[in-house]
Each structure stands twice: as C-alpha cells, then as structure tokens.
C-alpha cells in the first residue's frame, strides 16, 4: 500500500487588500467590471483558484456599489406641489411609497 501524502496548500493570500482601488470608484466603472466578472464566471472558463479571486472582488464591486446608490437615494428629493399645484418646495425621496407629491 502507497502513502499518499496530502500536500499541503499555500495559505489563502489576503485578497481583500488588493481591493483598495474599488473605493475612489465610479458607480458606472464599478458596475462595468462587475458586468464583465459575472461573464467570465458564466463563461466557466476560468480556472477555481481564479474563479474565488474574481468572485470575492465582485462581491466587493457589488458592495460598493449598493453603497454609491444608497448615497444617492439620500440625496435624492422630490419637489412637493401645494393645492394649485405650483411647485412649493422639496421633500426627502421616500423609497417606500410611490412618490406622488401630496397636494
């Protein structure tokens, strides 16, 4: 009987550092490169040590991206319409309900 001895693997590097270029990201860029990681693991074609590596950078990419959209919602106002219905100032977006101005 052959001893077939387990090699041991090379710990894991630290791929999480190497994602400090995401943050100064545009939301347009980083959905971009998203887009593309998503076509390459559909595509299979990449080898499992590399399918990781670019899953966990586009979890990271999808991570900041619902970041980027979350700071806009909150910028985001609608404008409140008074009983003539002229425009009278502006409210906070409530993602929640359909958004028709109150009259």
């Known amino acids: 009987m052959q001893n077939n001895p387990v090699k041991e693997q090379p710990a894991p590097k630290q791929v999480r550092g190497s994602f400090a270029d995401i943050k100064g990201m545009s939301f347009e860029a980083a959905l971009k490169e998203l887009e593309q990681i998503v076509t390459r693991l559909e595509r299979g074609d990449v080898d499992l040590e590399q399918s990781i590596e670019i899953y966990e950078r586009g979890e990271a990419l999808r991570v900041h ?39």
């Open 65 to 103: 991206c619902d970041q980027l959209l979350k700071r806009a919602e909150a910028k985001v106002e609608r404008i409140t319409l008074g009983a003539q219905g002229v425009p009278q100032g502006t409210a906070p977006l409530d993602p929640g309900t359909n958004n028709a101005p109150q009259a």
